[in-house]
């Protein structure tokens, strides 16, 4: 029994980590950029969320605006920081997303408070329900409905519209897109919109969960994403979400029983490094 | 308009007689940037006021008490350069720790060898004191601390199967040293022993292992920031044994985030806040409030404590001399400090102070009883 709750529990944290996966895996696919301060928009997601929701007594307003500024704030970044630099080798995106990371906590702390903000109201907190002994919270069960509604859109934005065929071909080969009549630009802001919306659902669901939000929320998730992503077989969405389950799971079993040595924030990177020893193209990437 | 003119002449008079006349100098260090801000800025607020209160009222041997403040960002880095500027360019003759274990730790040694005292407020780890004959630390170790809740336990419910939950930081180690040593002693049967890092948030795992073992108590030991998460989330999971957790769960944060699943916890090494002694800890508790805007926990009032027996000592010491000033501090005996009477320093600059165990009720922190062992609680040499 034991067992299959642990399943269960990886799995919802799994749902958690490919909804902030895949936007960091879009950016990559496209642009090659390793996107660190995507987890800065995760905590503005989450401190969004929490802070309306706080004033005006409706969570759902409190998402509202928590995804509308997440995904205002991605494509922000995208055209102020990463595009005047694009031309550069990859490492100085890399850097700058780190450094724009660093500054987006400090400023949650300056702004916000040192302090974390609780929800005044969470009913979904604590309140569960119980399937042969398995008991999951409804806000673990909103988080799983929430990631498979938006990726599954998502699968069907890509494969069905115009647009999201637009996008993949720009994926594949930027050039040839274009000479079709694809506008490159225009899918980068498509891409950052949604990856960053994403990630500020993800920020005000994860806020909830533990109904806390503080400033450095983003820090353990913005490196086990970019873990996720390499296991994935970088840029590639289907991997990214195999890698984010199969973490999950690892880790909630590595929680009961690694924990003495590691902890559970460190197996994913011991789980990188072993399947990157066997399969260094990862998961699913091309060999 | 004369008048006017006089009162600001006779004012700025003041103020300068003020500023010109000798102060004795403080050397206090928090982090107060970084992930540990939050506790740094409450413990810089805890120690101001006790400076303030005592310049009010006159200051120490006819002086005025200055703090000289830095940030050490939690890091041992920046505690050591910190220590060495306080001692060689502000000339300060004591110095106070408001910050984690590590900086208060590399610190301690730059101090000792400048033989400037120097109170870790908080920080737990033994090494602190082990530099030298120069540091002294105002708040228990983790091991007394956890004893002291095997003591509870054992206590409160009997020989019961108990399932510990800890921190996996030197603060979770050494209280759960302390606690499986006692434990064993008094005929308590530990069911599992889960670790987690500083950082975790989601104890779904844990939860259902735990729910696995089904033991009658469970034992956290952790701070309250990832105390609040894990107690909701224990609730969540449909457990409903007695949770007792250790001394850091202290803060209302962990009420406010844990809400109704705070309910019934107990907290060995908890502040009481309706206590009516000291006579300046219900003064305290507002003036806290009305300066930080949040309620205060025990990381601000050790601080506070720390500022205030300091002062203590240099009065008793009669002199800023700083080797005065230690031995004043080594010879203390039943100073009220606002999280417990301190019964004495032992040689290795440990205190004797009993533990409060608290529960939260009515989401406030209520008191139960209070462990007065000297055999459990004795400070370790």
């Known amino acids: 029994m034991l067992f299959v709750e642990l399943i269960v529990k990886g799995l919802v944290y ?19 950029i390793l996107h660190i301060a995507h987890a800065g928009v995760f905590a503005l997601g989450a401190y969004m969320t929490v802070t309306v929701a706080n004033a005006t007594g409706s969570l759902a307003l409190g998402f509202l605006v928590a995804t509308a500024v997440s995904a ?83 699968g069907l934005f890509a494969g069905l519209t115009r647009a999201g065929i637009g996008w993949r071909a720009t994926v594949t080969d930027p050039q040839m897109a274009t000479s079709f009549g694809v506008d490159p630009v225009r899918v980068r802001y498509v891409n950052f919109l949604f990856g960053s919306a994403l990630a500020g659902i993800a920020g005000g669901l994860v806020g909830l969960l533990n109904n806390y939000v503080e400033p450095t929320m983003g820090g353990a998730v913005s490196y086990k994403a970019l873990a996720i992503i390499v296991l994935g077989g970088l840029g590639s969405v289907r991997g990214t979400l195999i890698a984010s389950l199969v973490l999950g ?31 260094p193209q990862g998961l699913l990437g091309r060999g | 308009m004369k008048k006017g003119l006089i009162a600001a002449t006779l004012a700025a008079a003041v103020l300068l007689a ?18 540990a801000a939050a506790d740094g800025k409450s413990s810089t607020i805890g120690a101001e006021i006790a400076r303030d209160w005592i310049n009010e009222k006159g200051g120490v041997l006819g002086q005025k008490i200055e703090l000289v403040i830095y940030d050490d960002q939690n890091k041992p880095d920046q505690s050591v350069p910190i220590a060495n500027k306080l001692i060689g360019q502000d ?15 590399a610190a301690a040694a730059v101090f000792q060898q400048a033989r400037i005292p120097y109170i870790s ?62 434990a064993q002693k008094l005929g308590l049967t530990l069911v599992k022993e889960y670790t987690f890092g500083l950082g975790e948030r989601q104890f779904g795992p844990i939860v259902a292992s735990v729910k696995n073992d089904n033991p009658d108590v469970i034992y956290a030991i952790g701070y309250y920031f990832v105390g609040g998460p894990l107690v909701a989330q224990v609730r969540a999971g449909g457990l409903k044994q007695p949770i007792v957790a250790a001394q850091a769960f202290d803060s209302m944060k962990l009420i406010e985030i844990a809400k109704d699943a705070a309910e019934g916890i107990y907290i060995v090494g908890g502040m009481d806040r309706g206590r009516k002694d000291p006579a ?3 003064p305290y508790l507002a003036e806290f409030k009305k300066r930080a805007g949040y309620d205060a926990e025990a990381v601000s009032a050790n601080c506070y404590s720390a500022v205030m027996l300091m002062a203590d000592a240099i009065k008793r010491a009669g002199s800023t001399d700083p080797a005065k000033i230690r031995d004043a501090l080594a010879a203390t005996k039943d100073f009220a400090m606002l999280t417990g009477p301190l019964g004495y320093f032992n040689s290795v600059g440990e205190l004797y102070s009993p533990l409060e165990v608290t529960q939260v009720k009515g989401g406030q922190f209520v008191g139960v009883t209070v462990i007065d062992d000297q055999a459990i609680l004795a400070p370790p040499k």
């Open chain 2, 280 to 282: 300046d800890f219900q």
């Open chain 1, 249 to 279: 799971v690892v880790e909630a079993f590595g929680a009961i029983y690694l924990a003495d040595i590691f902890d559970r924030d460190a197996i994913g990177f011991l789980f990188l490094i072993v399947v990157l020893m066997v399969r």
């Open chain 1, 14 to 32: 799994g749902c958690m980590y490919a909804m902030m996966a895949v936007g960091l895996t879009l950016v990559y696919g496209l642009l090659r």
């Open chain 2, 91 to 105: 000339k300060v003759v004591a110095a106070i720790s408001g910050s984690y274990s590590g900086p208060t730790r």
């Open chain 1, 72 to 154: 205002v704030a991605g494509t922000a970044i995208y055209r102020l920081a990463y595009q005047p630099i694009l031309h550069h080798a990859a490492f100085v995106p890399m850097v700058v997303s780190i450094g724009l990371f660093i500054v987006m906590q400090e400023g949650f702390r300056l702004i916000f408070g040192a302090y974390g903000i609780a929800f005044d109201t969470n009913p979904w907190y604590v309140a569960n329900v119980s399937l042969a002994g398995i008991s999951l919270t409804y806000v673990e069960i909103a988080m799983v409905i929430m990631s498979v509604v938006l990726l599954v859109g998502f």
């Open chain 2, 121 to 182: 407020a908080y920080g737990v780890h033994p090494d602190i004191t082990k530099e030298g004959n120069w540091a002294f630390r105002g708040v228990q170790l983790g091991q007394p601390q956890g004893k002291g809740a095997a003591k509870f336990i054992a206590d409160k419910f009997g020989k019961v199967k108990v399932a510990m939950l800890t921190m996996n930081n030197d603060f979770g180690q050494s209280i759960a040293e302390g606690f499986k040593e006692e």
């Open chain 2, 18 to 35: 003020g500023s010109a006349s000798a102060q004795i100098k403080i050397g206090f260090h928090a982090p107060q940037s970084g992930p």
